[in-house]
């Protein structure tokens, strides 16, 4: 009798566990209509709450896998994404989406060597997509190698030359290695039917300007007017060309369109105020100097008066020298100045006095911080020590 008692009290406990089993599997299937709606929704949230409930990680599923790793991606939590990204490699190694958000994780972690990985993947998967070509390129690039990069360049562009964004990557490759008359001639093709492109006009204008082609770069003042980009530099550019044709109601133009708008620039308002004083018009040129000078006092306005000071001395024009020096000092309060006083009234107007005078003003207010800093400072000091 007891032992017919434990038998059935088996029984009931393995029906039991056979019961709780079944309902826990059932709980922890994925509908994936639900995982669907979630991500149409744009409710990545709601999908790594869902998908974590249901122990989504110990599916042999890639579906599941690859939607944490979309949601984690696009909740920028990276480091996640990329670790089911990387599960459902080891179950498809060939998988698309996997490949190719992994690629772009690693470029965000700049593991270049890992992005090239997985996008000379997706080429082999998908050899007749040329952005996929265009995106290995950039992967070069990014690791040193442009050869390389051109290579796959070409091959984007050849494939879909009608694609902007190729287009653009392929001619400024070109550009950068110097090869003006193929990236002109595409960007020329490419502008016959998108007049206004801005990227490819920028570009036609800065190959025309590293081959000294003014008046082909002036050419282009219109449209680039018309286009109205913002962009300080390639308006710098077109000012330069226009202004080296003598056009300088056009080089005013084109730097005034930006001004008016608010964008300053020290180029913008040089040659702007260039422009103005070949108009004879000399009280604007004046106002627009003054306002280039109040916007560049700046670290490149202290290199300019000591590369000018260095200049004064090559020349023997020690007047002007201590001049520079001494607007440096003025306006930045610059030590290295007071030392280069002192070395100049040392060295070439052989005044001890006024030499021993700025060498002590500038070891009170020096803080050498750099090496060569360091090594004038030891050096002032040593020599201020001996004469004493």
């Not at 949230?45 to 599923?61: G, P, R, V």
């Not at 040193?144 to 400024?172: C, R, W």
């Not at 000018?308 to 607007?327: G, H, M, P, Q």
Request: net charge positive.
């Amino acid at each position: 009798m007891r032992l017919r008692i434990c038998f059935l009290l088996l029984q009931f406990a393995l029906k039991l566990l056979s019961s709780n089993l079944a309902a826990q599997m059932q709980d922890n299937t994925i509908d994936k209509e639900v995982l669907s709606q979630f991500l149409q929704n744009e409710d990545y949230a709601e999908t790594i709450h869902y998908l974590n409930s249901k122990n989504a990680e110990a599916f042999n599923d890639v579906f599941p896998l690859n939607a944490l790793g979309y949601a984690y991606f696009m909740t920028r939590h990276y480091t996640d994404a990329e670790q089911f990204y990387s599960k459902t490699l080891l179950l498809d190694s060939l998988n698309f989406s996997a490949n190719r958000y992994m690629a772009l994780i690693s470029n965000r972690f700049k593991k270049f060597d890992n992005q090239l990985f997985y996008y000379k993947r997706l080429v082999r998967l998908k050899p007749n997509e040329p952005m996929i070509y265009k995106l290995t390129a950039d992967a070069y690039l990014n690791l040193s190698a442009p050869d390389s990069a051109l290579q796959y360049y070409k091959i984007a562009y050849h494939m879909q030359p009608g694609n902007e964004i190729i287009t653009v990557a392929f001619v400024d490759k070109l550009i950068e290695d110097m090869q003006y008359i193929k990236a002109d001639s595409i960007s020329t093709a490419f502008l016959k039917n998108d007049v206004l492109n801005s990227d490819l006009t920028r570009l036609l204008i800065k190959s025309y300007m590293a081959q000294k082609r003014m008046g082909d770069a002036a050419g282009l003042t219109q449209q680039w007017l018309t286009i109205n980009e913002i962009d300080p530099k390639t308006s710098t550019n077109l000012s330069i060309a226009n202004y080296s044709i003598r056009n300088y109601d056009a080089a005013f133009k084109v730097c005034d369109t930006l001004l008016q708008q608010g964008v300053e620039s020290e180029a913008l308002l040089y040659y702007a105020a260039l422009a103005r004083y070949k108009l004879n018009d000399y009280k604007a040129s004046i106002q627009l100097l003054r306002a280039d000078l109040d916007l560049g006092m700046s670290k490149n306005i202290k290199l300019y008066y000591f590369a000018l000071a260095d200049n004064y001395e090559e020349l023997a024009d020690f007047n002007n020298c201590i001049k520079a020096y001494d607007t440096v000092f003025y306006l930045f309060k610059e030590p290295l100045a007071l030392y280069n006083k002192g070395r100049i009234y040392e060295l070439h107007l052989k005044d001890p006095v006024l030499a021993k005078k700025y060498y002590q003003q500038y070891l009170v207010i020096a803080k050498p911080k750099t090496e060569d800093e360091k090594r004038v400072y030891n050096y002032v000091k040593k020599a201020l020590a001996n004469k004493n």
